[in-house]
């Protein structure tokens, strides 16, 4: 299948990279701010970087040019041209100023890049979004991310309907001017890509803090948004806070400017954004009050906004070269926030919920006709790359480099990473030298990892030999074919391991000739190798890849028991966890009818026993409690019947429920709904965990009294966690009560629309075949739009990407529902369109009767004349 407008567009490669002929040594920026027209006045001061006379070349997109002079002197259109997103301009020298005009149309810019309204005409706000090419939809400028340039930025506007004005860098002056209007400059001290440029006009309102930091600079910590949401910015600010001082601790990182400002925005296509001393934020990740936020929200704004703010070290002050280079900023950002997210909360925890997600969205992307490398080496459209393999398995990959190096290892080479790059634009390879010549250790091997697409699959085998109390383990690694790359090669895998005897202990290892304590990290580099061990007494059972070291899939055939033993010994919470996990799967692949498997029987006994003996913390055994999501046993099948999984998978937990018993879940449950306290406290958030999980499983037993306490709890809840809990057990289930619950809520957030994205979402993932019904009644909803990426995807990802039972019908109507959704989204949002489109990865691995729905679906969707370069790429791809 081809696209109609596929060859037009050629692709960027990574091996084409040259530098840039002209660079900028500094630009000033004026903004004549207004809602359906904005000009802007640049003067760059340009620098040519070869010998070699090249013309100047700026990119530039929807831009009216209104005046361009170059050296004072208004410009002839015979020298220069604009065309095509680019404009030439003859004439140009070292040191040459080039001043143009542009206006640009913000109101109308539906995109949510470069310039943008947010909220009403009458009440909202201005805001810009640069990464990755937005720049060029605000002026004409070398749009890459290696031009390095200082910054003066003026805005002017009308004081009454712009009463605030920021933008990146320390404010450097105000005032008033005629006819009620007022200006504010602010100067950036710190050289930064385009990308990292944003300016915020209207009418907010803030909370602030001042903030010392450790090297002692006064820094003003301040938060923006909409009078009505300003009293939900305090979690954010204080998690601010606390990492700043994390970065400080931890990596000796001090905040380097004088204000740091930080703004909440309804309207944004991604989570947040770390422009430059002004990072604007997803409302959804900045927000966040007991009454309307899940403790999941919680850790998720902490985390975002500690992401955004460690970006300032690596991401700003040592940038990526170009946008190949995307991870050596998000890979190394996101595990930055994992480490500080273990320390703020539990590491176990936190582990097991990063190593689903990359299951969930990262294991999927890499097995498909999406899969790319870490670093690709060829792209349509960047905005297409921000994706779970850039940001969590490129985390996986630092993680693997800091455990090579260990903590002092791994601080000694960024301390040499920050000193050899800042200010400037790096690579992988700058990365992997600075880590590896502060330790004295060749790290160039783990760029093959960066390089090659696809999951490894681990192989292991173990073989006891009594006589000689040796244990040989046999470590193999295979990845499979990816789009266009057919031969793979080994990776260094570190792979973190424990013995066990058959009682459950840890054993002391012995390997070539050495004590290894009880854990150790063998590095399987080749195709295939042995480790031998020593002095083992019995036959053991191998806890492997212990912490998850490593993002491969591990094949080690393990009998139930033996999973049942690690389950319930393994002294670490991740690999406990991890053990129920695979053994959870045995069990489901076992599953036919109601006789239960020896497997099922494991899995249950074992979980019951942890249910019962208290022994374990409570967030801990929710997580125990939970088997892998559908998308994750779907990504284990050859030929996937959505609604087949969901229904054994359903069986499975109806099999744990019974094994527990409707008494010791109704006990427990009460027990738990005893604490009332809303607190934020680990215990408080644990238990509030452990009392969904009961719930719903209680659910799968006695629906009526699981329902009668949903309800009930509904009615009382003080806090969203559990509001939200019990609504979506009634919801899910379609209960009696369901209908009122949902009433209940909509009256109740009607004016908040981070609620009310719930309100949609927990409808839109009903499980099953009525899902359609419910979706498409949502979307004649008055509060639905297209035109705001959290409802868009409350409604169409929550239905695509979160409800395979509901999306993948074996009448394809959800397809075909999908794809009109996308056409018409595109129109509005490129970016947002092409994001949601991916719920069709994997569709080759269907079952024959909905892979030729989907496929028909795609298809029609494909020849549609006018498709964006977002969506066109990602359908493109999707279809190979
Ligand atoms: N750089 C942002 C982050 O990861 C993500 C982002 C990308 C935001 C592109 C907007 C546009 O923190
Ligand atoms: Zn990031």
New binding site residues.
């Given amino acids: 299948m081809t696209l109609v407008n596929e060859p037009a567009i050629t692709p960027i490669r990574l091996h084409d990279y040259r530098r840039p002929a002209w660079t900028v040594d500094t630009i000033e920026l004026d903004v004549d701010l207004g809602i359906d027209a904005t000009d802007i006045t640049s003067r760059l001061t340009l620098r040519h970087g070869g010998t070699q006379t090249t013309p100047l070349r700026l990119d530039g997109e929807g831009l009216e040019l209104l005046a361009i002079s170059l050296d004072g002197h208004p410009l002839d259109p015979s020298h220069y041209r604009h065309e095509d997103n680019v404009l030439e301009v003859d004439g140009a020298r070292d040191g040459s100023v080039l001043e143009t005009r542009v206006r640009v149309k913000p109101a109308a810019n539906t995109t949510l890049e470069g310039l943008y309204l947010s909220g009403s005409r009458e009440t909202g706000f201005l805001l810009t979004?640069c990464?990755?090419e937005g720049f060029r939809h605000i002026t004409f400028f070398p749009d890459r991310p290696d031009v390095l340039a200082r910054y003066t930025v003026t805005l002017l506007a009308d004081r009454a309907r712009f009463p605030v004005l920021l933008a990146g860098g320390n404010p450097d002056g105000t005032g008033e001017l005629a006819e009620g209007r007022h200006w504010a400059r602010f100067v950036d001290t710190h050289p930064k890509p385009s990308y990292l440029f944003a300016l915020v006009a209207g009418r907010l309102e803030n909370i602030q803090r001042d903030y010392i930091t450790a090297n002692g600079r006064a820094v003003k910590l301040v938060m923006w948004s909409e009078a009505n949401v300003i009293d939900r910015c305090h979690y954010a600010l204080d998690a601010l806070e606390r990492s700043m001082r994390w970065d400080e601790r931890t990596y000796g990182r001090n905040y380097d400017l004088d204000v740091f400002h930080v703004v909440a925005t309804h309207d944004f296509?991604?989570?947040?954004?770390?422009n430059k001393g002004l990072n604007i934020f997803n409302a959804k990740y900045l927000l966040a009050d007991p009454d309307s936020s899940t403790d999941e929200e919680y850790r998720a704004v902490e985390a975002v906004v500690a992401?955004?703010y460690f970006?300032n070290w690596t991401g700003n002050r040592v940038t990526c070269r170009d946008w190949f280079q995307l991870s050596l900023k998000?890979g190394l950002t996101v595990f930055r926030e994992q480490q500080f997210s273990a320390d703020m909360n539990s590491p176990s925890l936190k582990r097991i919920e990063d190593v689903s997600l990359l299951r969930r969205t990262q294991f999927p992307e890499d097995a498909g006709p999406l899969a790319h490398p870490v670093r690709p080496s060829e792209y349509r459209e960047i905005n297409n790359f921000?994706t779970a393999t850039v940001y969590e398995k490129g985390s996986e990959l630092v993680r693997m480099l800091a455990g090579r190096l260990g903590q002092e290892g791994f601080r000694r080479g960024m301390d040499v990473y920050f000193e050899r790059h800042d200010g400037s634009a790096a690579t992988i390879e700058d990365f992997l030298s600075a880590l590896g010549d502060a330790n004295g250790i060749d790290l160039m091997p783990y760029l093959a990892w960066y390089a090659q697409a696809g999951t490894p699959h681990l192989h292991a085998q173990g073989e006891y030999d009594a006589a000689r109390r040796q244990y040989t383990l046999t470590l193999s690694q295979h990845t499979r074919a990816t789009p266009g790359q057919p031969e793979k090669v080994p990776v260094p895998i570190p792979v973190k391991l424990s013995l066990f005897d058959r009682d459950g202990r840890v054993l002391p290892l012995h390997i070539n000739g050495h004590a290894a304590g009880t854990e150790a990290v063998v590095v399987v580099d080749m195709a295939s190798q042995h480790v031998v061990f020593h002095d083992v007494a019995t036959e053991p059972v191998p806890s492997l890849l212990r912490d998850f070291s490593a993002p491969v899939v591990l094949e080690y055939d393990y009998s139930p028991a033996e999973l049942a033993l690690l389950l319930t010994n393994d002294a670490d919470g991740f690999n406990r966890w991890e053990a129920g996990q695979q053994l959870a799967v045995l069990a489901f692949d076992s599953l036919h009818g109601n006789a239960e498997t020896d497997a099922c029987k494991a899995w249950c006994d074992a979980l019951t026993a942890l249910f019962e003996h208290h022994a374990i913390d409570d967030a801990l055994l929710a997580d125990l409690l939970t088997p892998p999501g559908e998308i994750e046993f779907a990504d284990r099948q050859s030929e996937v019947d959505p609604a087949k999984i969901h229904a054994q998978r359903q069986e499975l937990q109806r099999h744990l429920a019974k094994r527990i018993g409707a008494p010791a879940l109704l006990a427990r449950y009460r027990a738990l709904a005893s604490h009332t306290s809303q607190s934020l406290d680990a215990e408080s958030q644990a238990r509030r965990r452990l009392k969904r999980r009961v719930l719903e499983l209680l659910a799968l037993l006695d629906a009526d009294t699981a329902h009668a306490l949903a309800a009930q709890q509904y009615e009382s809840a003080v806090g969203m966690t559990d509001r939200l809990t019990a609504l979506g057990v009634l919801v899910r289930d379609r209960a009696p009560q369901a209908a009122a619950a949902l009433a209940d809520f909509r009256r109740r957030y009607a004016d908040n629309p981070l609620a009310l994205d719930k309100w949609f979402a927990v409808q839109a993932q009903v499980p099953g075949e009525p899902a359609l019904a419910t979706v498409k009644s949502l979307e004649s909803d008055p509060a639905f739009t297209l035109k705001n990426p959290n409802r868009a995807r409350a409604v169409l990802g929550a239905f695509a990407s979160n409800n395979p039972s509901g999306f993948h019908r074996a009448d394809g109507e959800g397809y075909r529902w999908l794809t009109e959704r996308l056409a018409e989204l595109d129109a509005l949002n490129p970016q947002i369109a092409a994001r949601l489109a991916t719920a069709f990865n994997g569709w080759q691995r269907l079952e024959p009767v909905r892979r030729e729905v989907a496929h028909a679906a795609l298809g029609e969707l494909a020849q549609r004349q006018g498709l964006s370069r977002n969506l066109g790429e990602i359908i493109g791809n999707v279809l190979q």
Wanted: no cysteine; proline share 0%.
């Fill in positions: 979004q990464e990755a296509n991604m989570g947040a954004m770390e992401h955004e970006h998000e921000y």
